[in-house]
């Protein structure tokens, strides 16, 4: 497997060009998603393949974009910008995607580009298969 590097120095994913339209659609149903659960004391948003949260479109010279973890992260409803993802579980079952994506969405926090707390975030560095009945539960 190629190793890529983002501009930030972190791992990312190599990606065609249908992952930006693919994440299109996160970015067109998660507002309205957010908005019609308003009255929910919590939502969830939970990612069983999460990648390093950056991506890169091979043969293009470099192109970025996020990936979907940390597009959730600034996720609000559409007509109550007070409303977001309450929580998040990002699993990776690739150290390397792991760590590059715990970095991120710390820095994230840090600096204010998160609507869902740090301690509202589980970063797993877990098989899917295996996480997600304890995710579940």
Not at 25 to 53: M, N, V
Not at 76 to 85: K, M, T, Y
Not at 86 to 93: H, L
Request: charged residues 25%.
């Amino acid at each position: 497997m190629k190793n890529i590097v983002a501009q930030d120095g972190l791992r990312a994913r190599d990606s065609g060009p249908w992952g930006q339209t693919k994440l299109a659609f996160l970015d067109h149903f998660c507002p309205s998603a957010i908005q019609a659960t308003a009255a929910k004391h919590h939502r969830f948003y939970i990612d069983l393949f999460a990648g390093p949260g950056v991506n890169v479109i091979r043969d293009s010279g470099g192109t970025e974009y996020q990936g979907s973890p940390l597009r959730v992260l600034e996720y609000a409803g559409r007509q109550r910008q007070d409303l977001s993802f309450t929580d998040a579980v990002f699993i990776n079952q690739r150290r390397s995607d792991h760590e590059a994506l715990k970095t991120r969405v710390d820095r994230a926090c840090a600096s204010g580009h998160s609507l869902i707390p740090l301690s509202r975030i589980d970063i797993r560095n877990e098989n899917a298969n295996d996480a997600l009945p304890h995710v579940l539960a």
